[in-house]
């Protein structure tokens, strides 16, 4: 089976089906989004979508209550495909644990999502994800989905790999594999086997390619749509890959086996 381990919700729905037909994806690991790029035509309206967000993150726009929008939106999407979709919730920044295990319950927990994330902290912020982590071990060690390329330096990449070995039964996705810092994040995870490495998002085919050799069953293909397409990412593996046995391990094996599905 291929899954694509990490897409965010399309406008209109019918498109994101296409597009994973079109890949021969057979599931999606799905997040929430608060903004659609993928529904403007040009640098204007695509500016003016991520302007949304940007009064999101400012609080311009209220920032709860888009969240819960958006974890609405996902939770009827997957309804209405559930052999097509697995979904992860998102979560707000900075909780407390007790917050946090509140919101995992009413919003994660109660829709049936398999995992928690995006998380997208800002620099200098990732050790404030203790409490999310310390929450997720007490559910039953919900996978954590953490973006770690810009703004993150490596300093919070270092930061958020504490975190990771210091709660070993927490499944951790390294979102964009580090980003920039993509040869120091592997060399970190070396002694780290709860540390998974999404392998979307990177800007040159020798990172992913390292990254498979070095840990061929802690590797996730994943398009990140609608910032990038499940045909393209997929085929970047399919042209990196020459072991049958790793494809399929990279290609979905491995995300079912960490989300047990």
Not at 44 to 53: A, D, G, I, P, S
């Amino acid at each position: 089976m291929i899954i694509d381990s990490h897409a965010h919700v399309m406008l209109p729905p019918e498109r994101q089906i296409m597009l994973m037909a079109e890949a021969k994806v057979d599931r999606t690991v799905l997040f929430s989004s608060m903004v659609h790029p993928e529904i403007t035509n040009d640098i204007k309206m695509f500016e003016e979508e991520l302007n949304k967000l940007y009064d999101i993150l400012n609080g311009i726009k209220d920032p709860l209550n888009e969240r819960i929008h958006a974890i609405e939106e996902l939770a009827q999407i997957i309804k209405e495909n559930p052999e097509k979709y697995i979904g992860f919730g998102s979560i707000p920044f900075g909780l407390s644990y007790s917050e946090n295990l509140k919101w995992i319950e009413k919003h994660i927990i109660a829709n049936g999502f398999r995992g928690i994330g995006e998380l997208t902290p800002g620099a200098g912020q990732v050790l404030q994800m203790e409490s999310l982590f310390c929450a997720s071990q007490e559910v039953g060690n919900l996978p954590l989905w953490v973006h770690t390329f810009f703004p993150l330096k490596a300093e919070d990449i270092k930061e958020l790999l504490t975190l990771v070995k210091r709660y070993p039964t927490v499944p951790t996705i390294v979102g964009h594999m580090g980003g920039t810092h993509w040869l120091d994040t592997l060399k970190a995870i070396k002694e780290l086997p709860n540390a998974y490495l999404d392998l979307s998002a990177t800007y040159t085919a020798i990172a992913p390619s390292f990254a498979i050799k070095e840990f061929p069953e802690r590797t996730l293909f994943s398009s990140d749509a609608p910032y990038s397409s499940p045909l393209i990412a997929k085929t970047i593996i399919e042209q990196i890959i020459t072991d049958p046995y790793v494809l399929d391990r990279v290609l979905g094996e491995n995300i079912a086996n960490l989300l047990q599905l």
